[in-house]
């Protein structure tokens, strides 16, 4: 084995394609795999099938490299890897809270049958606790190496807007394995990583699985602690914004994730909480984490009460009332609409009667792909154009910046919700905006609109 392996990653989705990218960028030989020939025909000529800032320009640096190309041929993959890294979705059940697994199975048995010499294999897709090990028996009964194949578990941690920076510097790795073999082959995969001083936890497979999941429910508990918080505040005519201030300074607390609005969507926190209740019910425990149902609640009530504010502000209709949405993405820098309570917000004004516009700086193709009955604009003063009601819903910068007199131009009614907390009230009042925000008391506009 030399000292620096060749890679291969299976799965070229947010993840995959990140991943084999930056550690291409990085020095490693990586082959990147996937099932789909037209997500593999555009990385192969340059595109990345997803937004994700810096990312086209370390693909074209990759490329160039010549030590990054894609297929869709696992016996190829097989061949040129001595590590190989499982990178596809775990998407939530359709008729389920559970995690669907039929991607993750797909790679291995794909995959093992070719595997004929000592390699490694690692599952960084988020699992429920207990895959690993089923996943490791399966591989040692399906590949001609037997037991020369081991499993490893090197759970992901990126965020959207910044999966390039938490690839090539995260904040700590972790290394699930079964033997010090493992062990040696990840921290040579890792080696450009592990120079920068990046932490190492290395446990059992068991642990490592639990890992993310146990982040993103302390996470999403952490979001919705704030917007509960929040719904006592607006019984009690309190702030939020300026009770999240006032915790924040404790360090015991800390300020990070202690945001109040709108809640939390994506492909991750959502059906990772659900996927974890749901573990843990058959695992015999779901009492233990119970409290994640109520989290899940908590997040969904907040889209509810967002689109109460708008009806509020259009006296209680909002039949034939236009309304100009600001976003579409889950979160800013990202094109990801997946549980988007942005877009939630808007299709539900939508069917209430509600003449919608929506803009989103990047994620306009995939919002109209799944919403084609909601208006597109392509700028936010083009969907606030003679706008009863504003609402802001993904707090990309562009918004936070917007002139409120400038909009207050184009707008029929200066009335707007800020659903994320990005907003100056001040500032929007001064130019004679009525301005809402969940958890905290209205404010309205000091001049003539």
């Known amino acids: 084995m030399t000292a620096r392996p060749r890679l291969t990653v299976i799965g070229t989705g947010y993840l995959g394609a990140t991943h084999a990218i930056c550690m291409a960028v990085m020095g490693f030989e990586v082959l990147g795999v996937d099932v789909d020939a037209s997500k593999i025909e555009k990385l192969n000529t340059g595109e990345v099938p997803f937004f994700e800032p810096g990312l086209p320009e370390l693909l074209a640096k990759a490329c160039e490299s010549g030590r990054l190309r894609f297929t869709t041929d696992f016996r190829e993959a097989a061949a040129f890897g001595d590590v190989h890294f499982i990178c596809v979705g775990t998407p939530q059940q359709a008729d389920s809270e559970a995690a669907d697994l039929r991607y993750v199975d797909a790679a291995v048995t794909s995959l093992a049958p070719h595997l004929d010499r000592r390699t490694l294999v690692v599952g960084k897709s988020t699992v429920p606790v207990g895959t690993a090990a089923r996943l490791a028996a399966l591989l040692r009964a399906s590949a001609p190496a037997g037991d020369q194949v081991e499993l490893a578990w090197n759970p992901e941690f990126l965020r959207e807007g910044f999966a390039v920076d938490d690839t090539m510097k995260p904040d700590r790795l972790v290394f699930g394995v079964t033997s010090e073999w493992a062990e040696e082959q990840l921290r040579a995969a890792f080696q450009p990583v592990l120079a920068q001083d990046v932490p190492v936890k290395v446990t059992d497979l068991q642990t490592a699985e639990l890992v993310k999941v146990a982040a993103n429910s302390f996470l999403a508990t952490k979001i919705s602690y704030i917007n509960a918080m929040a719904e006592v505040c607006e019984a009690t005519g309190a702030d939020v914004h300026d009770l999240a201030e006032a915790l924040a300074y404790d360090e015991r607390i800390g300020g990070k994730f ?32 119970g409290f994640l149902r109520e989290i899940d609640g908590i997040n969904r009530r907040r889209r509810a009460r967002t689109v109460d504010l708008v009806v509020e502000l259009c006296d209680g209709d909002v039949a034939g009332k236009r309304v100009a949405a600001l976003g579409a993405a889950f979160k800013p820098n990202s094109d990801d609409i997946r549980d988007a309570p942005a877009l939630d917000v808007a299709a539900t004004l939508h069917r209430m009667g509600a003449e919608v516009t929506v803009f989103d700086p990047a994620a306009l193709d995939n919002a109209r792909r799944v919403h084609p009955e909601l208006g597109y604009a392509t700028s936010a003063l083009g969907a606030a154009r003679d706008a009863d009601v504003v609402v802001l819903l ?56």
């Open 258 to 289: 202690l945001r109040p609005g709108l809640g939390f969507g994506g492909g991750c926190l959502p059906k990772d909480i659900r996927a974890f209740a749901y573990r843990a019910e058959e695992l015999g425990v779901g009492q233990a984490v």
């Open 394 to 449: 993904t707090e990309w910068n562009e918004f936070r910046e917007i002139s409120p007199s400038a909009m207050a131009a184009v707008v029929r009614r200066t009335k707007i919700v800020d659903g994320r907390h990005a907003l100056v009230p001040a500032h929007w009042a001064a130019a004679g905006w009525d301005y809402r925000a969940l958890g905290r008391p209205s404010v309205h506009g000091s001049v003539p609109a």
